[in-house]
């Protein structure tokens, strides 16, 4: 009998350890004056399903809200069509027609990636024979989670954060585990106290029988 122990990391969280910089819009939400944006609300939901292939959909419906969302606020006239539109052309919405509309340019890789995601996503919906890994709904998550982040930027609602821009990987290690890597900026963000770090590993036992002759 041959046993061992998979450690898979199933959630990654940074706190921000100093509230000052966003006390005053803590302080507009508990009077009243402002919501959180279901976008992040849906986002964040998201990070309790356990199903892995529910979990991508969630994620991708956050993306979908948020740019929704973006258009309705920007341009109420055009945001009374895209009200009855229940998965919006996201892609096409963050292209030209972003460009057009807003003077600024949507982050061409970041777009690119949206469309690969929308497609597994799709996949999902429409067929039974896809499952997504743990590390595609976190490749899945970081991306949006950066697509919101941009929008926020734009809309200056007080809900940019300038850490979401920084990179996160998961990189493989075997069949079931994970390495996490975070960027430099994050890192010395730790370091000074202005970030804290913490991780959910799942260990479960993986256990095997050797015959011998």
Known sequence: ???????????????????????QNFIEMILGYKKIPYPLIQLKNAKKINN???KFVAIITACELSVKEFYINKLPDLGILL?????PPVVKLLGNMFLKYFSKEFPKELRKKLDGLIRIRNKIVHTSDISVSFEENHECYIRVLKIV????KLEDNGYYNNWYDE???LIPQGISTSQIE???????DISNSKLEFNMTIDNSIDSSIIYHD
């Not at 009200?83 to 998965?87: L, M, N, R």
């Not at 975070?182 to 010395?188: F, Q, T, V």
Request: glycine share 0%; hydrophobic share 40%; no cysteine.
């Open 83 to 87: 009200e009855e539109v229940s998965s």
């Open 149 to 152: 982040n941009f929008l926020n």
């Open 52 to 54: 892995n292939n529910d």
């Open 182 to 188: 975070i960027s430099d900026k994050l890192k010395s």
């Open 1 to 23: 009998m041959k046993t061992a122990i998979i450690s898979n990391i199933v959630n990654v969280n940074f706190s921000n350890i100093s509230i000052q910089s966003s006390a």
């Open 167 to 169: 990179e996160i990987s």
